[in-house]
């Protein structure tokens, strides 16, 4: 099959990905219970519009970039996961506007998830694999992780701080798209934290810098920018469909190759500013 245009390709990603949280009119989560859990105000009431916004990947070759300056500039910054700013401002900043973590991370590491500081600054989002395609009835009866209950024990302890459920269907839908643009068969797994968060910000804000998604010259086999574990998987991909998320993210670059040999950077426009 041919490969589809960038702009259609952007095109889409407008108009077949949903990015929505978890509401109250969510089937399951209608009881009087999660009430008194699910954030009163709405996502897009808590975020607003977004102009210039920066995604920091996780990845090592962010070590010894010193682009967080540059990252810090953006009018927001998304996050992932433990990865921390505290000791690293040089090279990631030290704004986080949004942090997007895994349920693994929620309920495996709850008590790290609990007590430490880094998890307290901006907007949360947990989201948690879904079998292909369910409904949410059918994710809540058996989800990957069994998250809730940690998800409820931090909103008693920081019941001030925004945290929201992403709507498992944007998963699937995503996938779907990386699939039909990819020449092979791809894991039958959802999208990486990193993937899902750039597709969130592109909803959110004009315009879409990604940091260390696509690896600069400072591509290493060191896994973070924060351990010393060393993993080409973390880059490749293993579970995730990695490889495939990154040639779909080269596809629609709007930077230059240039920007991604020197800064890792790439350059994607908000769905605001799509036109089909
Ligand atoms: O490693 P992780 O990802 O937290 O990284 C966040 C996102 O950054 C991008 N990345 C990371 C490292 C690297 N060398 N190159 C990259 O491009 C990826 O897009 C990645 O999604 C995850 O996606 O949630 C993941 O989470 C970890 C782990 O669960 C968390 O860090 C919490 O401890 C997973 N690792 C393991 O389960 C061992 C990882 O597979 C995916």
């Avoid at 920066?54 to 009018?75: F, P, R, T, Y």
């Avoid at 592109?202 to 879409?208: A, E, H, K, S, W």
Wanted: aromatic fraction near 12%; glycine fraction near 6%.
């Amino acid at each position: 099959h041919a490969k589809l245009s960038p702009e259609k390709l952007l095109c889409q990603l407008r108009d077949r990905v949903n990015v929505t949280m978890i509401q109250r009119s969510d089937g399951p989560f209608g009881t009087s219970e999660w009430q008194q859990y699910l954030p009163e105000t709405s996502f897009s009431e808590t975020v607003g519009q977004l102009g210039h916004c920066a995604v920091v990947s996780s990845a090592g070759s962010l070590k010894s970039s010193h682009l967080g300056q540059e990252i810090d500039s953006h009018d927001a910054v998304l996050r992932f996961n433990g990865a921390p700013v505290r000791g690293f401002q040089d090279d990631v900043g030290q704004k986080t506007t949004i942090r997007l973590v895994n349920s693994q991370l929620v309920t495996v590491e709850e008590q790290k998830f609990l007590k430490e500081s880094l998890y307290n600054t901006g907007i949360l989002i947990v989201w948690d694999p879904a079998p292909y395609h369910a409904e949410i009835d059918e994710w809540y009866r058996k989800p990957d992780y069994k998250f809730f209950e940690s998800y409820k024990a931090y909103r008693r302890t920081y019941p001030e701080q925004p945290f929201y459920i992403l709507n498992p269907k944007m998963q699937w839908q995503l996938w779907d798209i990386l699939q039909e643009n990819s020449l092979e068969n791809i894991q039958p797994n959802p999208p990486s934290s990193g993937m899902l968060g750039i597709i969130l910000m592109m909803t959110l804000c004009d315009q879409v810098d990604v940091y260390e998604f696509l690896p600069s010259k400072r591509q290493t086999d060191i896994c973070h920018y924060y351990q010393k574990f060393h993993d080409y998987a973390c880059t490749m991909g293993a579970y995730h469909p990695l490889m495939f998320e990154k040639n779909v993210v080269k596809h629609i670059n709007q930077g230059t190759d240039e920007d991604i040999y020197t800064h890792g950077k790439v350059t994607l426009p908000g769905f605001r500013k799509v036109h089909c």
